[in-house]
């Protein structure tokens, strides 16, 4: 049985880091875990993109800040890294999200994951026998030789996948452009897209994860597009699927419409588990709603997904053509004719990457009308 704590908490450093500190000494003791002298730890954070801390798409930097003291407190030799979404240069990325300030004077390396390696076995050895869709997986050499991984994901919206928490912050563990590939390679099903995730968990399975929601985001996450919520909480478990279901939980939200907890599921990896401390309930938690986008007979399918699924609309007034999302667009379907942005919308294959990179809110979801309807008709029936 997987315990998971929760604790009501704020981001003044005197009280945070006396939270964090607690929090990973109980999973410590809840666990075989122990954080010792001389082991190099990976701290983890979501560094999506240069954002500043009060946006919440990313890891607020005194979480990590009070991780990595942790780390240094036991002798061990913390490292903090990520290979983010956009083109920015790591240093101002780290600089811009507020990391370089708070980190200033400790002795801990900042460093972007760029080399990857071919996945064998798991971290503790086991050899790793990887579902043939997922043969090519490479991972992060620095996280797969990592004595302890720290994770601590952001409590954010996906536009994607519903959610993003402890196991889909893993997937930063892929080293650069390969993210964009993988969106490419299983193009727009969610159901594979969420197994390579918990794969790529079962590979890395980090031994402390703890979720940053003081500040988290609601509506059309992860990037600026989506809503800073206040929630005040930080939660942690030794289990990276145990705290996520424990979040949807908190949320109000079906723990198995989360695609990555029923991927963990489905793989037996998501095992009971207990709450320690008083658990929130966060009301009217605003989802984005996951539709399948390839359905109907195969005839109708072009005018079924045209008309019935969501895509990503261009805010014209708010785009500065800076073209990030057309270099990160996996399926090639953004072109900037130096006036507007074009979506091709046969290509495109709902990864919201675009929405993720946008430094500017310039992106959002759009639903068609035809689906707006049916969406109002089911939510008359279900309220009867
Ligand atoms: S939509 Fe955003 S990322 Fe794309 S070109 Fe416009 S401002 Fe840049
Ligand atoms: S346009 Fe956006 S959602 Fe569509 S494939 Fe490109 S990045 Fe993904």
Known sequence: MFKVI???????????RKDIFDMMAAIEDSSSVRISAGQRVIVKPNLLAAARPDKAVTTHPLIIKAAVEYVLEKGALPQVSDSHATFTKF??????CGIAEALKGLPVEIKEFTVSKKVFSGRDGEEFTSAARYNALELSEDALAADIIINLPKLKTHTQMGLTLAVKNLFGCVVGKRKPQWHLNLGENKELFAG??????????????????????????????GIVRQMGVIMGSSNAVALDMAVCRMLGVSEMSLPTNKAASDRGLAGEFTIDGEMKHIENFIVPTLTAIVFGPPFARKLLRNNLTSHPLNIEGACKLCN??????????????????NFDYDKCIRCYCCLE?????????HQPLALQSIRKIAKLFNSR
């Open 196 to 225: 390579l995730l918990v794969e790529i968990y079962s590979v890395l399975r980090p031994e402390i994860n703890i979720i940053d929601g003081i500040l988290g985001m609601e509506g059309d996450g992860p990037g600026t597009s």
């Open 91 to 96: 240093p101002k990325l780290i600089e811009d």
């Open 324 to 341: 990030e999302c057309v270099k990160i667009c996996p399926a090639k379907a953004i072109a900037n004719d130096t006036k507007r942005l």
């Open 357 to 365: 990179v946008c430094p500017h809110k310039a992106i959002k979801v």
């Open 6 to 16: 929760v604790k009501e908490s704020t981001y003044d450093y005197a009280v945070l």
